[in-house]
């Protein structure tokens, strides 16, 4: 369950809900939501997939986005809940808190440097207003499709 404690009534249901799991005597686990990455941050590595997909020439900005997941952070185990199967599934930047996105996308500038010669600039480095105005309003499948 997740309560937000910051609002008065969600801090009183976790308290119940805390001392019942107390009470029970079995053993539970306590985590704390981390923060999710930011609306910036999602936009500017959606940006530059875009950047990279053009640049290495994808026709899908979907598939170019796994492959650059998959080459910088490899694929995770997880359990298939049906069969109890483990598979490999690829990381979710939907599911990063903001330093763990931050972190990936810090390996992936210098990674389309160096590997690619693609340059991804950030907020404030030299071409980031020119990359933004070149790739602003223009929609994946029309920029990835166009001729």
């Given at each position: 369950m997740i309560f937000k404690t910051s609002n008065t009534f969600e801090r009183k249901r976790a308290e119940v809900y805390f001392n019942k799991l107390i009470s029970s005597g079995k053993?539970?686990?306590?985590?704390?939501?981390?923060?999710?990455?930011t609306l910036n941050q999602n936009a500017l590595f959606h940006l530059w997939v875009q950047v990279i997909a053009d640049?290495?020439?994808?026709?899908?900005?979907?598939?170019?986005?796994?492959?650059?997941?998959?080459t910088l952070l490899g694929t995770k185990e997880e359990a298939n809940q049906f069969t109890g199967e483990i598979?490999?599934?690829?990381?979710?930047?939907?599911?990063?808190?903001?330093?763990?996105?931050?972190?990936f996308m810090d390996k992936m500038k210098m990674w389309a440097q160096s590997e690619l010669g693609c340059y991804l600039p950030y907020?404030?480095?030299?071409?980031?207003?020119?990359?933004?105005?070149?790739?602003?309003?223009?929609?994946?499948?029309?920029?990835?499709?166009?001729?």
């Open positions: 053993t539970i686990e306590l985590s704390e939501k981390r923060k999710a990455r640049h290495a020439g994808y026709t899908s900005f979907e598939n170019c986005k796994r492959d650059i997941k998959r598979q490999q599934v690829d990381y979710k930047t939907s599911e990063m808190s903001t330093s763990e996105l931050s972190s907020f404030g480095d030299p071409g980031y207003e020119e990359m933004v105005s070149e790739y602003n309003g223009v929609t994946k499948q029309k920029r990835l499709f166009s001729s």
